[in-house]
């Protein structure tokens, strides 16, 4: 489903501002490559153009390290901002994020279990994208086990079961973290704890794109129907849409991506929760609009926090989370203060 006319400037503006973003993301970083020099590598990184043989280090940090870190940046901010509106349709919360489900603590779990013990170390380096993944689905599994009833899902039991599970994911990470004999495997745990894209790589750009890109058209599709759910049972009933139904597909899909994002680039937090009410408060309600705007703002928000984590205090690298916490807790605290902004969904 086509966004609405008026937002499609907007929605083009924000196109055109990640791909400026993307460029800045590849071209700004501690080693010193020029604007030409980047854009000549990444010429001959799409084209398969020839390199002398003192342009391969030069190349390869543009083409290996930046570029692909840059992409997956904007996937995951693009993944996160929209299954954040989805989670916050799907519990009829406006402090919903995709956190809330407790899948990420869960992913926590299994990533720490690579980080700290060496577990699947035969995997190598998709050991711990693995493991993350594999016990992000196993945390599904039981939030959807303790959270189902005979009537489904309810929003009340999906928000108390998937914050009693992250922090019981979370205690138990912590357990490991301090039982782990190892001082720079702990500091790596923590590192991913507070989000890092340091891992990114061509290797774990297309699952996690792919998975974004899934759910976010089934979002779109489906987002009429989301704004009848976000009206409450009674109401989604009286416009022909099957509530349960409804949930437990969004549940699945937002597991599933946040759970696809966490295990390449860790709990990142505040895009998820920030994003979608900045969307509405540019666009609206509406379902069909704030999909279109939330993962593109998603996206450039994270591009930049990417890169300023990586330039800031060069060449030590910042958590990406820190970054978004930094500025979410002001950006929010902002937003609750302006008027005319409902964090009911209206603006």
């Keep these: 489903m086509a966004p609405p006319a008026r937002t499609t400037p907007l929605v083009a503006a924000l196109c055109a501002v990640l791909l400026c973003s993307l460029l800045c993301g590849v071209g700004l970083g501690a080693a010193g490559v020029s604007w030409a020099q980047v854009l000549r590598y990444l010429g001959a990184g799409l084209t398969g153009g020839t390199l002398a043989p003192d342009e391969v280090a030069p190349y390869t940090i543009v083409w290996q390290l930046r570029f692909p870190r840059a992409l997956l940046a904007a996937v995951v901010g693009a993944g996160l901002a929209g299954v954040g509106v989805a989670v916050q349709a799907l519990v009829r919360n406006a402090l919903a994020d995709p956190f809330v489900l407790g899948i990420s603590s869960g992913a926590a779990v299994g990533a720490n279990a690579v980080l700290l013990f060496g577990a699947l170390g035969a995997l190598g380096v998709w050991a711990l994208s693995a493991s993350a993944f594999a016990s992000a689905l196993l945390a599904m599994a039981l939030v959807y086990a303790a959270a189902r009833t005979a009537h489904g899902l309810t929003p009340l039991r999906l928000v108390l079961t998937g914050t009693a599970m992250y922090y019981g994911f979370s205690a138990l990470t912590t357990l490991m973290v301090f039982t782990a004999d190892r001082g720079e495997a702990a500091r790596s745990a923590m590192m991913w704890l507070l989000g890092s894209l340091s891992g990114a790589g061509w290797g774990s750009l297309p699952i996690a794109a792919v998975a974004v890109a899934a759910a976010l058209a089934r979002l779109l599709l489906t987002a009429g129907r989301l704004n009848a759910l976000a009206m409450g049972d009674e109401t989604a009933a009286a416009l022909g849409v099957d509530a349960g139904r409804m949930r437990r597909e969004l549940f699945v899909i937002a597991a599933a991506v946040t759970g696809a994002v966490v295990a390449v680039s860790g709990a990142i937090g505040f895009v998820g929760l920030m994003v979608p009410h900045v969307a509405r408060m540019l666009v609206g309600a509406d379902h069909r609009r704030v999909l279109a705007v939330a993962p593109l703002l998603g ?30 807790v002001p950006c929010f605290i902002a937003l609750m203060r302006r008027r005319g902004y409902s964090f009911s969904g209206g603006a």
Excluded: F, K, N, Y
């Design 299 to 328: 996206a450039v928000l994270l591009v930049w926090v990417d890169t300023l984590s990586r330039v800031l205090l060069a060449p030590v690298e910042l958590p990406v989370g820190v970054i978004t916490a930094v500025i979410g």
